[in-house]
């Protein structure tokens, strides 16, 4: 079992930057750097949707067209944390953040992920 915790939520103003963690915990048996990890959201009324995935080396990431160039996913393995770096940030931005667990490589489909955290919301004002 992996518990994920989320963090860095919070409100701001449009133009601005957060930056969420993640940080991954339990006794699995299998080390944190041998998960792919990704971040997915949801808006009120609207469905979850991909937003960034990260290879378990960090190596290879993928993006949702919606924040390709503006959010940066990352990972510290040492730490067993993985981050999305959201800048410029839009109202359209605003929904409950999760992050996500699976084995083997990255993907951007929900239903592939094992391990889910409990969200954190993140609003951003217009």
């Known amino acids: 079992q992996v518990q994920l915790v989320e963090s860095g939520g919070g409100l701001v103003q449009a133009g601005g930057s957060l930056r969420l963690s993640c940080a991954a915990s339990?006794?699995?048996?299998?080390?944190?750097?041998?998960?792919?990890m990704g971040w997915f959201r949801q808006a009120p009324g609207k469905e979850r949707e991909f937003v960034a995935a990260?290879?378990?080396?960090?190596?290879?990431?993928y993006y949702a067209d919606s924040v390709k160039g503006r959010f940066t996913i990352s990972r510290d393995n040492a730490k067993n944390t993985v981050y999305l770096q959201m800048n410029s940030l839009k109202p359209e931005d605003t929904a409950v953040y999760y992050c996500?667990?699976?084995?083997?490589?990255?993907?951007?489909?929900?239903?592939?992920?094992?391990?889910w955290g409990q969200g954190t919301q993140v609003t951003v004002s217009s």
């Open positions: 996500a667990a699976r084995t083997g490589g990255i993907i951007r489909s929900e239903a592939y992920y094992d391990y």
């Open positions: 339990g006794r699995s048996g299998r080390a944190f750097s041998t998960y792919a």
């Open positions: 990260i290879s378990w080396s960090g190596g290879s990431t």
